[in-house]
């Protein structure tokens, strides 16, 4: 009897890409509906892992605020303030 407390959903994959799920599912005593599964949680986790990351990186302060440009530290050089926000940027993306 199915569990009632999962959802259904329907895919579709190219031939290639279905012919190895068959394969994989195959070589694991799976069945293709586990594999996929176990792939899409796994995806899922690694996701959750990543946003985990960035967050403890954020200060609370900060967390959902817009990035801008670094303010000036007291006394802070032209070159230091310029290294900072070359480096603010990499991390970011910019």
């Known amino acids: ?22 394969d994989i599912a195959k ?5 293709v509906a586990a594999v996929l599964e176990r792939l899409v949680e796994r995806e899922i986790q690694a996701r959750e892992e990543a946003e985990r990351v960035i967050r403890l990186h954020v200060a609370p302060e ?22 900072r926000k070359q480096a603010i940027g ?3 993306g910019r």
């Open 27 to 31: 070589a694991e005593h799976r069945s």
């Open 62 to 83: 900060l967390h959902g605020q817009a990035f801008g440009t670094p303010d000036r530290l007291p006394g802070e050089t032209d070159r230091s303030h310029a290294s």
């Open 90 to 92: 990499a991390l970011f």
């Open 1 to 22: 009897m199915p569990s009632t407390n999962r959802a259904g959903v329907t895919v579709r994959l190219d031939p290639h890409a279905h012919a190895r799920l068959q």
